[in-house]
Protein backbone atom coordinates (compact mmCIF):
# COMPACT_ATOMS: atom_id res chain seq x y z
CA UNK A 1 0.00 0.00 0.00
CA UNK A 2 1.47 3.14 -0.93
CA UNK A 3 0.33 6.22 0.85
CA UNK A 4 -0.40 9.31 -1.95
CA UNK A 5 1.69 12.50 -1.14
CA UNK A 6 -1.36 13.92 0.31
CA UNK A 7 -1.04 14.22 4.19
CA UNK A 8 -3.19 16.22 7.04
CA UNK A 9 -2.15 16.64 10.42
CA UNK A 10 -3.79 17.37 13.01
CA UNK A 11 -4.23 17.11 16.98
CA UNK A 12 -6.20 13.85 17.21
CA UNK A 13 -6.86 11.63 14.78
CA UNK A 14 -9.85 9.48 15.80
CA UNK A 15 -10.43 5.65 15.00
CA UNK A 16 -14.11 4.87 14.91
CA UNK A 17 -17.23 7.16 15.59
CA UNK A 18 -18.95 4.67 17.46
CA UNK A 19 -20.20 5.59 21.33
CA UNK A 20 -16.62 6.48 22.66
CA UNK A 21 -15.18 7.89 19.24
CA UNK A 22 -18.26 10.40 18.92
CA UNK A 23 -18.15 11.43 22.14
CA UNK A 24 -14.78 11.83 22.71
CA UNK A 25 -14.29 14.04 19.09
CA UNK A 26 -16.47 16.44 21.13
CA UNK A 27 -14.92 16.57 24.10
CA UNK A 28 -11.68 17.54 22.66
CA UNK A 29 -13.28 19.93 20.30
CA UNK A 30 -15.03 21.72 22.63
CA UNK A 31 -11.64 22.48 23.95
CA UNK A 32 -9.75 23.96 20.92
CA UNK A 33 -8.16 20.56 19.63
CA UNK A 34 -8.31 20.01 16.05
CA UNK A 35 -9.72 16.68 15.87
CA UNK A 36 -10.20 14.28 12.53
CA UNK A 37 -12.59 11.26 13.05
CA UNK A 38 -11.99 8.41 10.74
CA UNK A 39 -15.36 5.96 10.51
CA UNK A 40 -15.11 3.42 7.92
CA UNK A 41 -19.12 3.09 7.29
CA UNK A 42 -21.10 6.47 8.28
CA UNK A 43 -24.33 5.39 7.36
CA UNK A 44 -27.10 4.01 10.46
CA UNK A 45 -25.88 1.08 12.15
CA UNK A 46 -27.98 -2.01 12.28
CA UNK A 47 -26.74 -3.52 15.52
CA UNK A 48 -27.86 -5.75 18.03
CA UNK A 49 -25.37 -3.81 20.94
CA UNK A 50 -26.22 -0.57 23.00
CA UNK A 51 -29.15 0.20 23.40
CA UNK A 52 -29.92 0.34 26.95
CA UNK A 53 -28.07 3.27 28.46
CA UNK A 54 -27.48 2.95 32.37
CA UNK A 55 -28.72 6.60 34.49
CA UNK A 56 -24.83 7.03 34.85
CA UNK A 57 -24.23 7.01 31.22
CA UNK A 58 -27.07 9.63 30.78
CA UNK A 59 -25.10 11.60 33.49
CA UNK A 60 -21.75 11.00 31.80
CA UNK A 61 -23.58 12.53 28.77
CA UNK A 62 -25.06 15.31 30.43
CA UNK A 63 -21.32 16.19 31.30
CA UNK A 64 -20.65 15.84 28.12
CA UNK A 65 -23.16 18.39 26.77
CA UNK A 66 -24.38 15.66 24.20
CA UNK A 67 -27.89 14.85 26.34
CA UNK A 68 -29.76 15.95 23.40
CA UNK A 69 -28.76 13.01 21.38
CA UNK A 70 -31.36 10.91 23.69
CA UNK A 71 -34.10 13.58 22.03
CA UNK A 72 -36.08 12.75 18.51
CA UNK A 73 -35.12 9.04 18.71
CA UNK A 74 -38.39 7.59 20.12
CA UNK A 75 -35.81 6.44 22.92
CA UNK A 76 -37.49 4.70 26.08
CA UNK A 77 -37.34 5.82 29.31
CA UNK A 78 -35.93 3.14 31.74
CA UNK A 79 -36.41 3.07 35.60
CA UNK A 80 -34.85 -0.27 36.64
CA UNK A 81 -34.73 -4.23 36.09
CA UNK A 82 -37.07 -6.73 36.34
CA UNK A 83 -36.06 -10.04 37.04
CA UNK A 84 -37.68 -13.14 36.77
CA UNK A 85 -37.16 -16.46 38.33
CA UNK A 86 -38.88 -19.23 37.13
CA UNK A 87 -41.57 -17.47 36.78
CA UNK A 88 -41.13 -15.16 40.39
CA UNK A 89 -40.52 -11.20 39.33
CA UNK A 90 -38.51 -9.28 41.49
CA UNK A 91 -38.00 -5.44 41.18
CA UNK A 92 -34.65 -3.88 41.12
CA UNK A 93 -35.40 -0.58 40.85
CA UNK A 94 -32.65 2.30 40.20
CA UNK A 95 -31.90 4.66 43.19
CA UNK A 96 -32.99 7.89 43.25
CA UNK A 97 -30.86 10.39 42.99
CA UNK A 98 -29.79 14.02 45.04
CA UNK A 99 -32.21 16.05 43.48
CA UNK A 100 -35.27 13.82 44.73
CA UNK A 101 -36.07 12.29 41.15
CA UNK A 102 -36.13 8.80 39.96
CA UNK A 103 -32.72 7.68 38.03
CA UNK A 104 -33.25 7.56 34.41
CA UNK A 105 -31.79 5.04 31.89
CA UNK A 106 -33.02 5.05 28.30
CA UNK A 107 -33.47 2.37 25.49
CA UNK A 108 -33.28 2.75 21.85
CA UNK A 109 -32.13 1.80 18.57
CA UNK A 110 -28.17 1.83 18.17
CA UNK A 111 -27.92 3.18 15.00
CA UNK A 112 -30.87 6.39 15.78
CA UNK A 113 -28.46 7.29 19.01
CA UNK A 114 -25.05 6.71 17.12
CA UNK A 115 -26.14 8.40 14.13
CA UNK A 116 -27.35 11.53 17.25
CA UNK A 117 -23.94 11.26 18.46
CA UNK A 118 -22.07 11.32 15.06
CA UNK A 119 -24.47 14.81 14.19
CA UNK A 120 -22.87 16.26 17.28
CA UNK A 121 -19.20 15.60 16.58
CA UNK A 122 -19.66 17.05 12.95
CA UNK A 123 -21.32 20.13 14.55
CA UNK A 124 -18.58 20.60 17.13
CA UNK A 125 -15.69 23.31 16.30
CA UNK A 126 -12.59 21.65 15.02
CA UNK A 127 -13.82 18.06 14.15
CA UNK A 128 -13.97 16.77 11.29
CA UNK A 129 -15.53 13.09 9.96
CA UNK A 130 -14.34 11.51 7.38
CA UNK A 131 -15.50 8.23 5.79
CA UNK A 132 -12.41 6.27 5.76
CA UNK A 133 -11.20 2.57 6.87
CA UNK A 134 -7.82 3.12 8.85
CA UNK A 135 -5.32 0.54 7.54
CA UNK A 136 -2.45 1.03 9.39
CA UNK A 137 -0.18 2.83 12.13
CA UNK A 138 2.47 5.28 11.08
CA UNK A 139 5.07 4.74 13.41
CA UNK A 140 8.73 6.12 13.61
CA UNK A 141 10.44 3.21 14.12
CA UNK A 142 13.48 4.47 16.33
CA UNK A 143 11.57 5.99 19.02
CA UNK A 144 8.29 3.95 18.07
CA UNK A 145 6.06 6.99 18.77
CA UNK A 146 2.50 6.42 16.87
CA UNK A 147 2.43 9.00 14.05
CA UNK A 148 -1.10 8.69 13.07
CA UNK A 149 -2.54 6.49 10.56
CA UNK A 150 -2.78 4.96 6.86
CA UNK A 151 -6.49 5.22 5.99
CA UNK A 152 -8.32 4.38 2.47
CA UNK A 153 -11.16 7.38 1.73
CA UNK A 154 -14.63 5.15 1.02
CA UNK A 155 -15.56 7.93 -1.73
CA UNK A 156 -12.09 7.76 -3.63
CA UNK A 157 -10.74 4.68 -2.85
CA UNK A 158 -7.41 6.49 -2.40
CA UNK A 159 -5.36 5.96 0.94
CA UNK A 160 -3.93 8.69 2.63
CA UNK A 161 -1.35 9.64 5.85
CA UNK A 162 -3.45 11.41 8.66
CA UNK A 163 -1.10 12.60 11.24
CA UNK A 164 -2.05 13.22 14.67
CA UNK A 165 -0.11 14.04 17.83
CA UNK A 166 -1.94 11.64 19.24
CA UNK A 167 -3.76 8.93 17.99
CA UNK A 168 -6.98 7.15 19.54
CA UNK A 169 -8.21 3.77 18.54
CA UNK A 170 -11.95 3.60 19.55
CA UNK A 171 -12.02 0.76 16.83
CA UNK A 172 -14.25 -1.55 18.59
CA UNK A 173 -14.53 -5.17 19.83
CA UNK A 174 -13.20 -6.07 17.24
CA UNK A 175 -9.98 -3.45 17.14
CA UNK A 176 -7.67 -3.84 14.62
CA UNK A 177 -4.72 -1.46 16.35
CA UNK A 178 -5.57 -3.33 19.82
CA UNK A 179 -2.61 -5.62 19.32
CA UNK A 180 -0.45 -2.20 18.76
CA UNK A 181 -0.83 -1.38 22.33
CA UNK A 182 -1.39 -4.21 24.71
CA UNK A 183 -0.86 -7.89 25.15
CA UNK A 184 -3.98 -8.93 26.25
CA UNK A 185 -6.87 -10.54 24.39
CA UNK A 186 -10.30 -10.62 24.40
CA UNK A 187 -11.90 -14.08 25.93
CA UNK A 188 -15.19 -14.90 24.85
CA UNK A 189 -17.40 -16.00 27.52
CA UNK A 190 -20.74 -16.56 25.50
CA UNK A 191 -23.07 -15.69 22.75
CA UNK A 192 -25.73 -13.07 22.58
CA UNK A 193 -28.94 -14.01 19.68
CA UNK A 194 -30.88 -11.11 19.17
CA UNK A 195 -34.23 -10.56 18.00
CA UNK A 196 -36.46 -7.69 17.62
CA UNK A 197 -40.04 -8.22 19.14
CA UNK A 198 -42.74 -6.38 17.64
CA UNK A 199 -45.87 -4.67 19.84
CA UNK A 200 -44.86 -6.57 23.17
CA UNK A 201 -46.65 -5.73 26.40
CA UNK A 202 -43.68 -6.22 28.94
CA UNK A 203 -44.92 -7.30 32.64
CA UNK A 204 -42.72 -4.46 34.03
CA UNK A 205 -43.12 -1.57 30.75
CA UNK A 206 -39.80 0.63 31.22
CA UNK A 207 -37.41 -1.78 32.59
CA UNK A 208 -35.10 -3.84 31.46
CA UNK A 209 -35.99 -7.58 31.86
CA UNK A 210 -33.61 -10.42 32.71
CA UNK A 211 -35.45 -13.72 32.64
CA UNK A 212 -33.60 -16.93 33.89
CA UNK A 213 -35.15 -20.57 33.69
CA UNK A 214 -33.89 -23.41 33.01
CA UNK A 215 -31.41 -22.29 30.46
CA UNK A 216 -29.17 -19.32 30.37
CA UNK A 217 -30.37 -15.76 30.28
CA UNK A 218 -32.63 -13.43 28.16
CA UNK A 219 -33.07 -10.08 28.43
CA UNK A 220 -35.88 -8.08 27.17
CA UNK A 221 -35.91 -4.10 26.58
CA UNK A 222 -38.32 -1.71 25.26
CA UNK A 223 -36.29 0.17 22.25
CA UNK A 224 -38.86 2.04 20.87
CA UNK A 225 -42.76 2.62 20.52
CA UNK A 226 -43.07 -0.61 18.67
CA UNK A 227 -39.89 -2.69 19.07
CA UNK A 228 -38.85 -4.57 22.03
CA UNK A 229 -35.21 -6.24 22.06
CA UNK A 230 -34.70 -9.94 22.86
CA UNK A 231 -31.38 -11.32 23.79
CA UNK A 232 -30.64 -14.71 24.30
CA UNK A 233 -27.67 -15.85 25.47
CA UNK A 234 -25.78 -18.72 24.51
CA UNK A 235 -22.37 -20.46 26.09
CA UNK A 236 -22.51 -22.19 22.07
CA UNK A 237 -24.03 -21.70 19.08
CA UNK A 238 -25.83 -24.58 17.98
CA UNK A 239 -25.05 -26.34 14.50
CA UNK A 240 -26.44 -24.68 11.76
CA UNK A 241 -29.74 -25.09 11.54
CA UNK A 242 -30.24 -25.90 15.13
CA UNK A 243 -30.38 -22.26 16.27
CA UNK A 244 -34.33 -21.69 15.53
CA UNK A 245 -35.53 -25.00 16.75
CA UNK A 246 -33.58 -24.51 20.46
CA UNK A 247 -35.44 -20.83 20.07
CA UNK A 248 -38.75 -22.13 19.79
CA UNK A 249 -38.56 -25.57 21.67
CA UNK A 250 -35.72 -24.48 24.54
CA UNK A 251 -35.74 -21.03 24.97
CA UNK A 252 -39.62 -19.78 24.26
CA UNK A 253 -41.31 -21.85 26.91
CA UNK A 254 -39.22 -20.28 30.11
CA UNK A 255 -40.17 -16.46 28.28
CA UNK A 256 -43.29 -14.83 30.21
CA UNK A 257 -46.32 -15.82 28.34
CA UNK A 258 -47.14 -12.38 27.08
CA UNK A 259 -44.05 -12.28 25.19
CA UNK A 260 -44.17 -15.88 23.89
CA UNK A 261 -46.08 -15.70 21.14
CA UNK A 262 -44.12 -11.82 19.63
CA UNK A 263 -40.64 -13.97 20.32
CA UNK A 264 -41.90 -17.14 18.26
CA UNK A 265 -43.49 -14.96 15.37
CA UNK A 266 -40.10 -13.08 15.08
CA UNK A 267 -37.82 -16.98 15.01
CA UNK A 268 -39.84 -17.93 12.00
CA UNK A 269 -39.43 -15.08 10.04
CA UNK A 270 -36.07 -14.18 10.37
CA UNK A 271 -33.97 -14.92 7.72
CA UNK A 272 -30.97 -14.56 9.75
CA UNK A 273 -30.45 -14.27 13.13
CA UNK A 274 -28.31 -11.67 14.46
CA UNK A 275 -25.44 -12.95 17.03
CA UNK A 276 -22.34 -11.08 18.65
CA UNK A 277 -19.89 -12.38 20.97
CA UNK A 278 -20.09 -11.06 24.61
CA UNK A 279 -16.21 -11.06 25.64
CA UNK A 280 -13.91 -9.71 28.73
CA UNK A 281 -11.29 -7.62 27.96
CA UNK A 282 -9.64 -6.24 31.51
CA UNK A 283 -7.74 -2.98 30.66
CA UNK A 284 -4.37 -2.29 30.91
CA UNK A 285 -2.52 0.81 31.46
CA UNK A 286 -1.91 2.73 28.25
CA UNK A 287 2.17 3.29 28.12
CA UNK A 288 2.05 3.51 23.87
CA UNK A 289 3.59 6.60 22.69
CA UNK A 290 1.64 8.33 20.47
CA UNK A 291 -1.51 6.32 20.65
CA UNK A 292 -4.71 5.40 23.04
CA UNK A 293 -6.76 2.71 23.48
CA UNK A 294 -10.26 3.32 24.52
CA UNK A 295 -13.78 2.12 24.43
CA UNK A 296 -14.33 -1.77 23.75
CA UNK A 297 -10.82 -1.51 21.87
CA UNK A 298 -9.45 -1.06 25.63
CA UNK A 299 -11.83 -2.86 27.64
CA UNK A 300 -14.67 -5.16 27.76
CA UNK A 301 -17.25 -6.47 30.36
CA UNK A 302 -20.53 -9.10 29.35
CA UNK A 303 -23.25 -7.38 27.69
CA UNK A 304 -25.79 -8.89 30.27
CA UNK A 305 -25.71 -5.58 32.48
CA UNK A 306 -25.87 -3.24 29.72
CA UNK A 307 -22.54 -1.26 30.99
CA UNK A 308 -20.63 -0.82 27.88
CA UNK A 309 -21.57 2.83 26.73
CA UNK A 310 -21.63 4.12 30.32
CA UNK A 311 -18.15 2.95 30.27
CA UNK A 312 -17.47 4.60 27.27
CA UNK A 313 -19.13 8.02 28.29
CA UNK A 314 -17.68 8.18 31.52
CA UNK A 315 -14.12 7.90 29.95
CA UNK A 316 -14.23 10.12 27.87
CA UNK A 317 -15.08 12.61 30.07
CA UNK A 318 -12.59 11.95 32.20
CA UNK A 319 -9.75 11.31 29.65
CA UNK A 320 -10.90 14.99 28.50
CA UNK A 321 -10.36 16.38 31.97
CA UNK A 322 -6.89 14.63 32.29
CA UNK A 323 -5.46 16.20 28.89
CA UNK A 324 -7.15 19.44 29.19
CA UNK A 325 -5.16 21.92 27.36
CA UNK A 326 -4.54 23.52 31.25
CA UNK A 327 -2.48 20.45 32.18
CA UNK A 328 -1.15 19.49 28.46
CA UNK A 329 -1.29 22.18 26.04
CA UNK A 330 -0.04 20.20 23.25
CA UNK A 331 -0.22 16.60 22.89
CA UNK A 332 2.92 16.45 20.91
CA UNK A 333 4.32 16.34 24.56
CA UNK A 334 4.64 12.81 24.60
CA UNK A 335 5.52 12.21 28.18
CA UNK A 336 3.28 14.25 29.31
CA UNK A 337 0.56 12.68 27.73
CA UNK A 338 1.39 9.16 29.03
CA UNK A 339 2.20 10.25 32.26
CA UNK A 340 -1.61 11.42 32.57
CA UNK A 341 -2.69 7.95 31.08
CA UNK A 342 -1.57 6.32 33.75
CA UNK A 343 -3.37 8.49 36.77
CA UNK A 344 -6.57 7.66 33.67
CA UNK A 345 -5.90 4.03 34.39
CA UNK A 346 -6.24 4.30 37.90
CA UNK A 347 -8.68 7.01 38.23
CA UNK A 348 -11.42 5.12 35.69
CA UNK A 349 -11.26 2.07 37.82
CA UNK A 350 -13.88 3.60 40.29
CA UNK A 351 -16.46 3.20 37.67
CA UNK A 352 -15.25 0.68 35.41
CA UNK A 353 -14.74 -0.89 37.85
CA UNK A 354 -17.91 -1.42 39.65
CA UNK A 355 -19.46 -1.99 35.94
CA UNK A 356 -16.98 -4.60 34.93
CA UNK A 357 -16.95 -6.36 38.17
CA UNK A 358 -20.90 -6.73 38.41
CA UNK A 359 -21.18 -7.56 34.85
CA UNK A 360 -18.44 -10.50 35.21
CA UNK A 361 -20.07 -11.71 38.74
CA UNK A 362 -23.69 -11.37 37.88
CA UNK A 363 -23.35 -13.26 34.17
CA UNK A 364 -21.79 -16.19 36.07
CA UNK A 365 -24.51 -16.10 38.29
CA UNK A 366 -27.14 -15.80 36.34
CA UNK A 367 -26.23 -18.06 33.77
CA UNK A 368 -25.07 -20.66 36.92
CA UNK A 369 -23.60 -23.41 34.44
CA UNK A 370 -23.02 -26.22 38.36
CA UNK A 371 -25.19 -26.82 40.95
CA UNK A 372 -23.41 -24.99 43.88
CA UNK A 373 -23.55 -21.73 41.48
CA UNK A 374 -27.43 -22.39 41.23
CA UNK A 375 -28.09 -23.05 44.45
CA UNK A 376 -26.61 -19.72 45.20
CA UNK A 377 -28.81 -18.24 42.33
CA UNK A 378 -31.84 -19.72 43.44
CA UNK A 379 -31.14 -18.33 47.14
CA UNK A 380 -30.41 -15.02 45.90
CA UNK A 381 -34.54 -14.68 44.09
CA UNK A 382 -36.49 -17.09 46.36
CA UNK A 383 -38.30 -14.96 49.26
CA UNK A 384 -35.57 -12.09 49.22
CA UNK A 385 -35.71 -8.91 51.26
CA UNK A 386 -34.62 -5.32 50.58
CA UNK A 387 -32.82 -4.48 47.82
CA UNK A 388 -31.42 -7.57 46.08
CA UNK A 389 -28.78 -5.82 43.59
CA UNK A 390 -27.12 -2.28 44.27
CA UNK A 391 -24.28 -0.69 41.44
CA UNK A 392 -26.51 -1.69 37.96
CA UNK A 393 -27.22 1.83 37.46
CA UNK A 394 -23.62 2.89 36.69
CA UNK A 395 -24.11 6.08 39.38
CA UNK A 396 -21.65 4.22 41.78
CA UNK A 397 -18.27 5.30 42.31
CA UNK A 398 -15.88 3.92 44.45
CA UNK A 399 -12.74 2.24 45.67
CA UNK A 400 -13.96 -0.57 46.38
CA UNK A 401 -17.01 -1.85 44.86
CA UNK A 402 -19.63 -4.43 45.70
CA UNK A 403 -23.27 -5.90 44.73
CA UNK A 404 -25.04 -7.90 47.09
CA UNK A 405 -27.43 -10.08 47.11
CA UNK A 406 -29.86 -10.82 50.05
CA UNK A 407 -30.54 -14.62 50.57
CA UNK A 408 -33.42 -16.15 51.68
CA UNK A 409 -34.92 -18.99 52.70
CA UNK A 410 -32.24 -21.40 51.89
CA UNK A 411 -29.20 -18.91 54.10
CA UNK A 412 -27.33 -21.71 55.30
CA UNK A 413 -27.32 -23.91 51.94
CA UNK A 414 -26.11 -20.48 50.60
CA UNK A 415 -23.12 -19.69 52.85
CA UNK A 416 -21.68 -23.68 51.77
CA UNK A 417 -21.78 -23.18 48.43
CA UNK A 418 -20.36 -19.58 48.39
CA UNK A 419 -17.73 -21.12 50.09
CA UNK A 420 -16.72 -23.72 47.32
CA UNK A 421 -18.23 -21.38 44.49
CA UNK A 422 -16.42 -21.63 41.83
CA UNK A 423 -16.51 -18.15 39.70
CA UNK A 424 -13.87 -17.94 37.21
CA UNK A 425 -12.87 -15.05 36.28
CA UNK A 426 -14.06 -12.91 39.30
CA UNK A 427 -13.14 -15.54 41.94
CA UNK A 428 -10.59 -13.62 43.48
CA UNK A 429 -13.27 -11.03 44.18
CA UNK A 430 -16.09 -12.78 45.59
CA UNK A 431 -16.95 -12.79 49.76
CA UNK A 432 -19.81 -14.03 51.16
CA UNK A 433 -20.34 -11.99 54.58
CA UNK A 434 -23.20 -12.38 57.27
CA UNK A 435 -25.51 -8.91 57.76
CA UNK A 436 -27.76 -10.06 60.77
CA UNK A 437 -27.34 -13.57 59.81
CA UNK A 438 -28.68 -12.77 56.00
CA UNK A 439 -25.90 -13.65 53.50
CA UNK A 440 -24.92 -11.06 51.31
CA UNK A 441 -22.23 -11.51 48.53
CA UNK A 442 -20.30 -9.16 47.45
CA UNK A 443 -17.59 -8.45 44.78
CA UNK A 444 -14.70 -5.63 45.16
CA UNK A 445 -11.52 -4.52 43.87
CA UNK A 446 -9.42 -2.45 45.49
CA UNK A 447 -8.24 0.59 44.26
CA UNK A 448 -4.29 0.40 44.20
CA UNK A 449 -1.78 2.78 42.67
C1 LIG B 1 -24.59 -8.06 22.40
C2 LIG B 1 -24.15 -6.78 23.06
C3 LIG B 1 -25.11 -5.96 23.64
C4 LIG B 1 -24.72 -4.78 24.28
N1 LIG B 1 -25.67 -4.01 24.88
C5 LIG B 1 -25.30 -2.91 25.57
C6 LIG B 1 -26.28 -2.11 26.23
O1 LIG B 1 -27.48 -2.38 26.19
N2 LIG B 1 -25.84 -1.03 26.91
C7 LIG B 1 -24.51 -0.67 26.96
O2 LIG B 1 -24.17 0.33 27.60
N3 LIG B 1 -23.58 -1.39 26.31
C8 LIG B 1 -23.94 -2.50 25.62
N4 LIG B 1 -23.00 -3.22 24.95
C9 LIG B 1 -21.62 -2.71 24.89
C10 LIG B 1 -21.51 -1.49 23.96
O3 LIG B 1 -22.14 -1.79 22.72
C11 LIG B 1 -20.06 -1.13 23.74
O4 LIG B 1 -19.40 -1.04 24.98
C12 LIG B 1 -19.91 0.19 23.00
O5 LIG B 1 -20.57 0.16 21.76
C13 LIG B 1 -18.42 0.48 22.80
O6 LIG B 1 -18.25 1.65 22.05
P1 LIG B 1 -16.96 1.81 21.10
O7 LIG B 1 -17.06 3.18 20.56
O8 LIG B 1 -15.75 1.38 21.78
O9 LIG B 1 -17.19 0.75 19.93
P2 LIG B 1 -18.30 0.78 18.79
O10 LIG B 1 -19.52 1.42 19.29
O11 LIG B 1 -18.37 -0.60 18.28
O12 LIG B 1 -17.68 1.73 17.68
C14 LIG B 1 -16.54 1.38 16.93
C15 LIG B 1 -16.60 2.14 15.61
O13 LIG B 1 -15.34 1.99 14.94
C16 LIG B 1 -15.58 1.80 13.55
N5 LIG B 1 -14.38 1.13 13.01
C17 LIG B 1 -13.93 -0.11 13.31
N6 LIG B 1 -12.77 -0.35 12.65
C18 LIG B 1 -12.51 0.76 11.92
C19 LIG B 1 -11.43 1.13 11.05
N7 LIG B 1 -10.40 0.29 10.79
N8 LIG B 1 -11.45 2.35 10.47
C20 LIG B 1 -12.48 3.21 10.71
N9 LIG B 1 -13.52 2.91 11.54
C21 LIG B 1 -13.52 1.71 12.15
C22 LIG B 1 -16.85 0.94 13.53
O14 LIG B 1 -17.48 1.01 12.28
C23 LIG B 1 -17.66 1.59 14.66
O15 LIG B 1 -18.45 2.66 14.18
C24 LIG B 1 -23.35 -4.41 24.30
C25 LIG B 1 -22.38 -5.22 23.72
C26 LIG B 1 -22.78 -6.42 23.12
C27 LIG B 1 -21.73 -7.31 22.52
Given at each position: MSPQPHETTHDVVIVGAGIMGCALAVAFGNQGRRVLVLERDLSEPDRIVGEL?????????EKLGMRDCLEDIDAIPVYGYETIYHGE???IPYPWTSAGKKAEGRAFHHGKFVQKLRAAARRT??????EATAKDILRDEASLQVLGVLATEKSSKTTHTYRGKLTVSADGY?????????TRKPVVRSTFVGLQLIDVKLPSPNHGHIIMGNNPPVLLYQIGTHETRALVDMPSLPPSGQLKPYLLEIVAPDLPAQVQPAFRKAVEAAD??????NSFLPAQANDTPGMILLGDAMNMRHPLTGGGMTVAFND?????HLLSPSIVPDFADTTAVLEQMRLFHWDRKSLSGVVNILAQALYALFAADDSRLRVLQMGCFIGHAGQPVGGLDGLRKAGWTWFQLAGGRQRRHIHQCARL???DLVQEHWRVVSHDDVPVVWAGEASRR
Open positions: LQPGGVEALPVTPNVTLLASNFRKRCTRLPSMPAYLLSVRA
